[in-house]
């Protein structure tokens, strides 16, 4: 049921995206990945793996190692596990055609005292990152809960935490933050 949008939007003859199997929630620390991808618009996808599925948010900007940075995430449908090493051309003409690189990936781990499923739900998930690229307490905050405009309502923000790893110089545009952290490709080359 969560997979049936990721589902409907898709043509998995024609798309080497995965369609994803059911997925019983994992007793390890759970997972996440952070997909950069080349559609019509460049953009990072973010997800945490979350009761068996990626929960995933489009994040125009990029997330940010820098506290004073708030970055606009969309919530976007669920995404099956399998897509957590998915990269390759999503082709011309079919949802989110283009180059989609694992940006950086790792596992994850909830800073609170609520369930991840139950902090999903209120609108306010603090967790902390153990990427490669990515580390210490982040918090998505569900902004547009009461918004009546349908886009509005997806709104959330993307913040670092103020702690070790934070850092006010960081920018995403780094060129050593540019490859993919599983086979090194970038979007540009190869
Ligand atoms: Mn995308």
Not at 145 to 160: F, G, P
């Amino acid at each position: 049921m969560p997979l049936e949008e990721y589902r409907r939007k898709r043509k998995f003859s024609e798309t080497p995206e995965p369609k994803g199997r059911k997925h019983t929630a994992a007793r390890r620390l759970p997972m996440f990945v952070i997909q950069k991808h080349d559609a019509s618009r460049l953009h990072y996808d973010f997800r945490l793996a979350i009761d068996g599925v990626l929960v995933s948010w489009a994040v125009p900007k990029g997330p940010s190692m820098n506290p004073a940075d708030k970055r606009l995430a969309m919530r976007t449908e669920d995404h099956p596990m399998e897509y957590g090493d998915f990269e390759g051309v999503i082709p011309e003409g079919h949802y989110g055609a283009g180059k989609v690189i694992v940006w950086d990936t790792g596992k994850y781990e909830s800073d609170a005292e609520l369930q991840l499923t139950e902090q999903l739900v209120r609108g306010e998930i603090k967790f902390t990152l153990h990427g490669h690229k990515l580390r210490g307490s982040f918090v998505l905050i569900h902004t547009g809960k009461r918004a009546t405009v349908k886009s509005r309502a997806n709104q959330w923000l993307l913040i670092k935490h103020r702690d070790e790893h934070a850092d006010p110089t960081w920018h995403i545009e780094t060129p050593t933050l540019d490859r993919s952290v599983l086979s090194r490709a970038t979007l540009h080359a190869g």
